[in-house]
């Protein structure tokens, strides 16, 4: 067997359902190096996010990865979590055991700081959450920017879940998306367009069912969970795992096909705040930011997570 050159990734995320199997996905297949999880305060607050982490990284079998604690709140407005979707804590429905170690003493934005700085520009940033962390990074030291290998998002659309014009995740923080979509740094964006494809449909929770391994049984339990609160918020039967589209996609890029776009996020409208603007027909004549992701192969996708859970 070839060598694989393993991508390296720093997985900023805010666990919730999604998130978790974001992880799992990560720490099972052996293209991701995964250098570090990074939380932020969205689904639930940051304290909730983090040992949520620290949980789905015992069942991930992944003691070496550390975790960093960041940002609870947003850079400029109040805080707020998404109960009604992932539960109070974030992560409702499996009942996992308390974390036998803790997260790391330094800080997730100085982490990333340090870590890109020190890089040789080869590490891909995926930012599943909130943007704070990163904005926050990319304020502390803009010697990070030309280290950036890429930012790989799930944030934003072209429609909305949590108003009818933003995602949740873009809306939370829609300062720091700016920051980021600002940056210049090569960004792959994977919007509700992209991740309402990624549906965990009645066939694939029945094959996933049947992974008898620790990460099968979380993520089936994480499942069950996730259908009741998307069929109960938005009468949407098959739950789409947004963020594990990110790690799909460094996994096999070939998984979504993209078109090259400028992206610019409102941080001003009185009803679309946290709204992705996304110039398809180049009306601004602006030059394109963000690879925007429409496609997703729904088969080879879940048969990465399903090849995970398994090894896992
Ligand atoms: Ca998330």
Redesign the pocket.
Known sequence: MNDIIKRKIILD????H??AIAILLAAGNPSIDLLAITTVG??AGVTHTTRNALQVCEVANIPHVPVYRGCSDPLVRKGETAAEIHGESGMEGPVLPEPTRSAEKEHAVDYIVRTLLASEGDITLVA??PLTNIAMAMRKDAAILPKIKEIVI?GGGTFGNWTPAAEF?IYVDAEAAKVVFDSGVPIVMMGLDLTHQASATGEVAEQIAQIDTPAGRLVNDLLIFFRKTYQDMFDIADPPV??VCCIAYCIDPTVVECKHYRVDIETKGELTYGMTLVDRHNVTGLAPNVQFAYKLDHSKFWGLVKDALAAL
Request: glycine share 22%; with cysteine; aromatic share 0%.
């Open positions: 995320c805010d666990p919730g999604d998130d969205g689904n599943v959450g799930m995740n947004h963020d």
